[in-house]
């Protein structure tokens, strides 16, 4: 009897498994959130930290289009294999392929029938008013195409010149491309853009080329562009576009590697698949629109960090030398100003298995570029926005236990980005006044200054933790440089001189950035930068406002001063009061209601934002995406809890944002959220239990989730 309850018993959970495994979770992504307005999102298949991105391009330059894509566009200029998610400057957009049928005086742009525009993870299709039906999907390093046309009689533009574009009208500095025999072309282009790099491709095609007409270049242009012919047996062209950092021998054997067959249904279904292993790692109940925020979010968070490492291993580092990057992993797309805040305190829950590898990558890109990476793109540093911000993801990966990186060298590049004068650095003018000078500095003086202090105090506790005592105390005291920005008489963090004199006139409403300098704030104003200490000194903060109370004050202030004629490309975007959504410096300062008086005006905000900015409609992301931040900010505020300091492990509670999560580990371990009445009106925490153990603290550890167990929580209205 025992024998036959334990199969029976067995057998449940076998199929429960099953049934558990066989859910598609791809079908809550929907990847046209973001494509209209300011997400800068795309609807074109990648593979979680994959090298391509194959997918439309509706033009080729302009803010709008730094994904290359916008949903209300009407025109499809090509198909190109590379792009970024949600980034506010344009880099990429590599071997463009357009499909025709009539050349018409060598414009190739063509209207489409938006009706027909279908994706979902690992795929993307449209028709195009000239018929042709196109079909994308990808691997890691290999983009495939099928084009299904109305005759056999059928052509193909290749573009090697085009590229999206940031401010050049040249792109490409010099190219070399060979048709290597009747299926077969491969190259390399060396551009500079965004940054100044190098891409290896070889294109196959699975029917023979008839013909190939060279275009004339045009002035500054320096890649080929080929109108190809073909004679189709079936209506139907595929072709395959393998990329490299490192060779066209490198794209060879990723395409033999990856992709060595024609099978266009099969790729699509791997990837869906591989899809569904990282979009399954959490699991919510809530109603279906909710479930499609929140898994496009998964899906976006995903895109990147691209490995650019060949199958083999081989790179192409930050000082162009070839080298071969361990267990195949070497990062780019780093936007680190953005994603050491919410994307990467996530990646160590959800892809704990990837932390290592983008350590490596950091310690690395230091030793070959001489400092730790501010912005790379391809490997290499574009030295976008300010800070050293690889600095809190390393003590971020070490306090949380990762150990597949040299710590000790981690510090030593940690501290050599942090005394030795570089791009975006200048330490000896830092060191002398305690603050950056306008009249010194002439850009986003007061940022620089507080954007150094996280770093600095990232730098300080690691040292700390190594017994380097000596160099702790010296980061420290840096740390606190903060308050040497601090004017009593306005509250606020404000720009100083060389004297020590107040910048004037002042107002702490007014956002500046590198666009409209003199300013002493990067794409934000005083208010929104006077938190960023509190993401490491909350004490120190309330001491410098003169108590609880005050700093209580201060946030009721900063959710309620409105700002007139908010300038969404100064960062004042997505706002409540002063708090702009839209832009990275404000995403941690509703939890610092945590440590107020009134915590639950905390997750009053955390819900407002989640209900107002995010939405599961083309416009339904309020900002740029910014390589996943945005998208994780969402994340971690659904479950409950976010980071706020990149140089501790602890998860400042907030309030869940659904009825149930469930977060699943490698290790078969689960952490479970649990919000207890939770419903539309009851959004207010009224108690916590870790492990049905009272929380009396405003957060949980990483050691506490990755453990596994329960946080329930018991919801209230107001």
């Known amino acids: 009897m025992k024998t036959k309850l334990f199969l029976c018993v067995l057998l449940l ?27 800068h999102t795309f609807p074109g298949p990648c593979l979680p930290f994959g090298l391509v991105q194959p997918g439309p391009d509706n033009r080729d330059m302009g803010w709008d289009y730094t994904s290359g894509y916008q949903y209300k566009d009407s025109i499809i200029i090509g198909f190109s294999q590379t792009r970024a998610n949600g980034t506010g400057i344009s880099e990429f957009g590599d071997v463009l392929l357009q499909p025709f049928t009539e050349n018409n005086n060598n414009k190739f742009s063509v209207t489409y029938l938006k009706t027909t525009e279908k994706s979902f993870p690992g795929y993307y299709t449209v028709t195009l008013s000239n018929k042709i039906k196109v079909e994308l999907t990808c691997t890691e390093r290999v983009a495939f195409h099928q084009y299904t046309y109305p005759t056999d009689q059928s052509k193909l533009l290749v573009d090697l010149q ?230 809190p993801v390393i003590i971020d990966a070490y306090n949380k236990g990762f150990s597949g990186f040299d710590v000790n060298e981690a510090l030593h590049e940690m501290i050599k980005t942090t005394s030795q004068n570089h791009f975006n650095s200048n330490w000896k003018l830092l060191n002398q006044y305690g603050y950056y000078p306008y009249d010194s500095l002439d850009n986003e003086s007061v940022s620089r200054t507080l954007e150094h202090g996280v770093d600095d105090y990232c730098v300080a506790t690691m040292a700390k933790k190594l017994g380097k005592k000596e160099i702790a105390e010296t980061y420290f005291k840096r740390a606190f440089y903060y308050k040497n920005v601090y004017d009593p008489s306005t509250k606020q963090m404000r720009g100083k001189d060389s004297k020590g004199n107040w ?71 997505a706002m409540i009061g002063q708090y702009a959504h839209g832009n990275e410096p404000s995403h941690h300062i509703a939890y610092l209601y945590a440590y107020s008086d009134t915590p639950k005006k905390g997750q009053k905000y955390i819900h407002q934002i989640i209900n107002e900015f995010y939405n599961n409609t083309p416009d339904g992301m309020i900002g740029n995406d910014d390589c996943g931040q945005m998208s994780a900010w969402y994340i971690l505020s659904t479950l409950g809890f976010y980071q706020v300091n990149p140089a501790n492990d602890e998860f400042v509670l907030g309030a869940p944002q659904v009825k149930k999560a469930i977060i699943h580990f490698n290790n078969g371990k689960e952490f479970i959220v649990d919000a207890e009445n939770f419903s539309a009106q009851n959004i207010y925490v009224n108690e916590s239990f870790l492990n049905d153990h009272k929380l009396n603290k405003p957060f949980i550890t990483y050691k506490e989730i990755m453990n596994g167990g329960q946080l329930k929580t018991k919801m209230s209205a107001p």
């Open 13 to 39: 959970l076998i199929s429960q498994l099953v049934i558990a495994q066989k859910t598609d979770y791809t079908k809550y992504v929907n990847t046209f959130i973001g494509t209209d307005g300011t997400g």
């Open 162 to 391: 085009h590229g999206l574009c940031f401010l050049t009208d040249s792109l490409v500095l010099e190219s070399d491309v060979k048709i290597e025999d009747n299926k077969t072309i491969s190259g390399y282009c060396h551009t500079k853009n965004w940054v100044d790099r190098k891409y290896f491709f070889v294109i196959e095609f699975n029917q023979p080329i008839v013909s190939s007409i060279l275009l004339k270049k045009q002035s500054k242009e320096n890649a080929s562009r080929y109108v190809l012919n073909f004679n189709l047996k079936n209506k139907i062209l595929q072709t395959k576009i393998a990329l490299s950092t490192v060779s066209v021998a490198g794209a060879k054997l990723n395409l033999q590697k990856e992709l060595p067959g024609w099978d266009f249904t099969r790729t699509v279904n791997h990837a869906k698949n591989i899809w569904n292993n990282y979009l399954s790692r959490i699991e919510i109940e809530a109603p279906q629109k909710q479930k499609e925020i929140f898994y496009t979010c998964m899906y976006r968070l995903f895109i990147q960090p691209t490995n650019i490492a060949d199958i083999d291993g081989k790179y192409r580092g930050a000082d162009d030398a070839i080298r071969v990057a361990e267990n195949k992993e070497y990062y780019s797309t780093l936007s680190l100003w953005d994603t050491y805040r919410a994307a990467h305190p996530l990646y160590t829950i959800i892809a704990a298995e990837k932390v290592n590898g983008f350590i490596r990558t950091l310690i690395a890109h230091s030793k070959a570029a001489g400092f730790l990476p501010i912005w790379t793109a391809w490997g290499k540093d574009n030295y976008c926005m300010i800070g050293n911000h690889a600095i």
């Open 503 to 573: 910048r004037k006139p002042f107002n702490p409403l007014t956002a500046t950035s590198p666009m409209n300098n003199p300013g002493d704030y990067t794409e934000a104003n005083a208010w929104q930068y006077f938190w960023t200490p509190a993401q490491y000194d909350v004490e120190g903060m309330m001491k410098l406002l003169g108590g609880k109370k005050n700093f209580t004050a201060q946030l009721d202030s900063f959710f309620t001063f409105q700002t007139p004629d908010p300038n969404k490309y100064l960062g004042q975007e």
